[in-house]
């Protein structure tokens, strides 16, 4: 069973950057398509990132493409997600999330097929 544990949130003033680590343990990671998705106050899940297994094929969300850059180690088990320029609208809780790969979806944007989730870190940007 996939674990996933964030690390990397914080608070930051815009325009500022910051790099989010999840390390996962428990599985096979090479063979698990990874995502970011986050969720801010009284609002739903929204999708940010994805990165196929071999981290050659990459998606992300229309709000972050060109500030956000979603990354991998294989060797280390972990997925990154460096964001630059913030913006308040960037607060929210960020998840780090796992999926098996079937062979035929290389990357999804669909919370709903990501089965491993970790537990959350904050991210929060001032104005």
């Known amino acids: 069973q996939l674990q996933l544990v964030e690390s990397g949130g914080g608070m930051v003033q815009a325009g500022g950057s910051l790099r989010l680590s999840c390390v996962a343990s428990g599985g096979t990671f090479r063979a698990y398509q990874m995502g970011w998705f986050r969720q801010a106050p009284g609002e739903g899940r929204e999708f940010v990132a994805a990165?196929?297994?071999?981290?050659?094929?990459?998606s992300y969300a229309n709000s972050v493409k060109g500030r956000f850059i979603i990354s991998r180690d294989n060797a280390k088990n972990t997925v990154y997600l460096q964001m630059n320029s913030l913006e308040p609208e960037d607060t929210a809780v960020y998840y780090c999330?796992?999926?098996?790969?079937?062979?035929?979806?290389?990357?999804?944007?669909?919370?709903?097929?990501?089965?491993?989730w970790g537990p959350g870190t904050q991210v929060t940007v001032s104005s």
């Open positions: 999330a796992g999926r098996w790969y079937n062979g035929i979806v290389v990357v999804s944007k669909n919370d709903d097929e990501y089965g491993h």
């Open positions: 990165i196929s297994t071999r981290g050659d094929t990459s």
